[in-house]
């Protein structure tokens, strides 16, 4: 490939990586463990229905320790640019913590592929 050209890659969407979580209930999705390396380089898009209380998103497993706290209600997202994988055999976990009674919390997982 050229200097300076980007070859860009079609992901399918799957539909285990858009949840609707229930009231006061936290939304968990799971790359599982495997030996294709999972990875991710889309976004990853949050919403609670109403101001969380104790609102966090966590990235954890497959090396990963990322987590922030979320404090207001309504869509947000975290942009992957470069693709993130996995640095061990176990699987990635992304948790939207439970937002407080009767808030409901949505986790949509873009740009998933399999190496």
Partial sequence: MPQGEVKLKSVGAQPGYFVRGAPNAAVVITLPTSRARYEFSG??????????????LRIAGGGFGFDVDITTGGPGFIPFSIPQHATNNTAIVITLAAGGAGIVGKLNLLGVATE
């Avoid at 976004?43 to 966090?56: E, H, K, L, N």
């Fill in 43 to 56: 976004c990853i898009y949050w919403s609670y229905s109403a101001d969380p209380t104790g609102g966090r």
